[in-house]
């Protein structure tokens, strides 16, 4: 079935630092998504990229819909200790909209 | 806040048993989603109503079903409960569906079969 390759499964860095995680799968997706899942909560979506080539920001967080349609990379600037957390990317296949495929996530630490 | 929200929060059944869980989408938004988040996992789709029919279904067998009503809410149901179903169920809810879709999750139902 088709599956989100996400990496790097987890990540300590000191608090300040940039972050960068990515996300790749064998299929062509027509959108991608990027969530934070915080302990007992539901996702929270932060990006949403439509277009490949796209590149889209939310305040600290960057993210692109990678030109072949098939990745999607997020970048975390000045991280700052709520920025702990899980982070799920995430996309609708393009043969298959109606449902979000989601990778197996990055989990953040921020040593103090 | 998405204005998504789920019920009950917890729930503990015995293996065997059915339960049914709630949730109420966001105002304007006439399709819901169904996933399972297993333990350390990404989440999984379950299925899809839009406009009170299912219009999409991953791989979950038929004891998994569902139902939407005219105001859009929706509820999962899943009979003769296994060990294995026990997770975190999080519904989802987007204006439209498909390509461009924005999908906003609730807090989730953490389901435990004994």
């Known amino acids: 079935g088709q599956q989100l390759n996400q990496s790097p499964q987890s990540m300590f860095i000191q608090e300040g630092e940039d972050v960068s995680m990515n996300c790749t799968s064998s299929s062509i997706f027509n959108t991608w998504l990027w969530y934070k899942q915080d302990p007992g909560e539901g996702p929270v979506l932060l990006i949403a990229l439509y277009k490949a ?3 889209t920001s939310n305040g600290r967080l960057t ?3 990678g030109i072949t349609r098939k990745d999607s990379f997020l970048n975390i600037s000045a991280s700052i200790p709520s920025d ?8 609708r296949p393009m043969n298959r909209d109606d449902k979000i495929i989601f990778g ?3 989990r953040l630490h921020i040593l103090p | 806040e998405t204005g998504v929200t789920q019920s009950p929060t917890h ?4 293996r065997g048993q059915q339960v049914t869980l709630r949730c109420s989408s966001q105002s304007g938004h006439n399709t819901v989603s169904w996933y399972q988040q297993a333990l350390g996992q990404g989440p999984q789709f379950i299925f899809q109503y839009y406009r009170e029919e299912e219009n999409g279904r ?3 067998p038929p004891r998994f079903s569902g139902l939407q009503f005219p105001n859009y809410s929706s ?7 296994e060990l294995d179903d026990s997770a975190l169920y999080l519904c989802a809810s987007s ?3 498909g390509a461009g879709a924005e999908a906003f999750f609730g807090q989730g139902t953490r389901l435990t079969v004994v």
């Open chain 2, 75 to 81: 509820e999962l149901n899943v009979n003769a409960l």
């Open chain 1, 63 to 65: 993210a692109q819909f």
């Open chain 1, 84 to 91: 702990v957390g899980i982070y799920f990317c995430a996309g």
């Open chain 2, 58 to 60: 991953g791989n979950f």
């Open chain 1, 53 to 55: 080539g796209e590149l």
């Open chain 1, 104 to 106: 197996k996530g990055t």
């Open chain 2, 95 to 97: 204006l439209e569906w």
């Open chain 2, 11 to 14: 729930l503990i059944k015995t």
